[in-house]
């Protein structure tokens, strides 16, 4: 169907820890996102925008509810079958880079094609990189990087997949103002050049408002159900 969500979540719930220590953390959480739009996820700190964000990308299984992602409900996937699916559907970039560190840049970014069996997984992480400015990078490892060339290689690294959900946890936590912009920059331009649909978790409030939607997260429910949509952006990216 042409109209489908690109998510789509329906009375989702999810306790994480045991005993005394368990925690409720998403309470009946129902939610659409369209294809291609970009979404920002703001709350307090513990609010669950984290969390909703890993049920997402399938990292954390759903109690109750349904997961449907990119056409696929996600509950009745083994794990096999899960990671199979996020390899092939899921791109995620998260705050603090996740590089192996004994892997150069192209290593890092060749190995989801290579779990996916691609013979062309060298030839197609070496143009991503080259498209995320760091073709001049391709055999440096981590530590000879700055951070915010760690976070370019962690995006080549979720888009060389061509994902069809890109998913994006404190994408600029770990980065000053700066190089935090050229990060957010390139996401975007690239979420709006291959239509990828983008779900963010960000405290920044301005770099929520760069998305096409905001949508507020507290104690592990959607704080508003008419989240906020930023219409005169539609035009921008048409």
């Not at 299984?61 to 990119?70: F, I, L, N, P, T």
């Amino acid at each position: 169907m042409a109209n489908e969500p690109a998510i789509a979540l329906k009375d989702v719930h999810l306790t994480l820890g045991d005993g005394a220590g368990r925690v409720h953390i998403l309470k009946g959480v129902t939610l659409d996102i369209e294809a291609g739009q970009s979404v920002g996820l703001v709350g307090p700190s513990g609010s669950g925008k984290s969390t909703l964000l890993m049920v997402m990308a399938g990292l954390e299984r759903a109690d109750e509810g349904s997961v449907h992602v990119a056409g696929s409900e996600l509950g009745p996937l083994s794990e096999d079958a899960l990671a199979q699916f996020r390899g092939q559907n899921v791109g995620i970039i998260f705050q603090s880079f996740h590089l192996v560190p004994n892997m150069t840049a192209l290593e890092n970014v060749a190995v989801p094609l290579e779990l996916a069996g691609r013979s062309d997984a060298f030839e197609k992480a070496e143009a991503e990189l080259e498209a995320v400015g760091l073709g001049h990078r391709l055999h440096h490892y981590p530590a000879q990087m700055s951070g915010g060339e760690q976070q370019r290689v962690a995006v080549a690294r979720a888009l060389v997949v061509e994902p069809k959900i890109l998913i994006a946890d404190e994408p600029t936590g770990n980065l000053d103002e700066t190089t935090g912009a050229q990060i957010v920059d390139l996401m975007f331009s690239v979420q709006r050049e291959r239509k990828t649909t983008l779900v963010l978790v960000t405290h920044d409030p301005a770099l929520a408002d760069q998305c096409d939607r905001t949508i507020r997260v507290r104690s592990g429910e959607i704080e508003e159900a008419a989240s906020d949509v930023h219409p005169a952006k539609e035009s921008i990216r048409a």
